[in-house]
Nanobody
Framework: QVQLVESGGGLVQAGGSLRLSCAAS????????MSWYRQAPGKQRELVAG???????TYADSVKGRFTISRDNAKNTVYLQMNTLNPEDTGVYYC??????????WGQGTQVTVSS
């Protein structure tokens, strides 16, 4: 079992920054990929960024150059630094963990609202 707890969401003006954190607990040795997804009102959940246990990263085209995902294995935490935010970045951001074997887990989500 893996538990994921997100924090760091909030309200920010366009052009501002936020940093999201996701702390993992439980059988954390089994985690391979940790990712951030987001879901805007009326839209499907989409991948924002991901990082493997080896440090390989991937980003959605819409956030490349603005967002940075990082992983602190010692703290079992993954971060999403979000810069130059715009209203299209508004949504609920979810932390996701994919195990090396079968199984994956979701956090409860944290709201990010960007005002214009």
């Amino acid at each position: 079992q893996v538990q994921l707890v997100e924090s760091g969401g909030g309200l920010v003006q366009a052009g501002g920054s936020l940093r999201l954190s996701c702390a993992a607990s439980g059988t954390i040795f089994s985690i391979n990929v940790m990712s951030w997804y987001r879901q805007a009102p009326g839209k499907q959940r989409e991948l924002v960024a991901g990082v493997t246990s080896g440090g390989r990263t991937t980003y959605a085209d819409s956030v490349k150059g603005r967002f940075t995902i990082s992983r602190d294995n010692a703290k079992n935490t993954v971060y999403l630094q979000m810069n130059t935010l715009n209203p299209e970045d508004t949504g609920v951001y979810y932390c996701y963990a994919k195990l090396h074997g079968p199984g994956d887990y979701w956090g409860q989500g944290t709201q990010v609202t960007v005002s214009s």
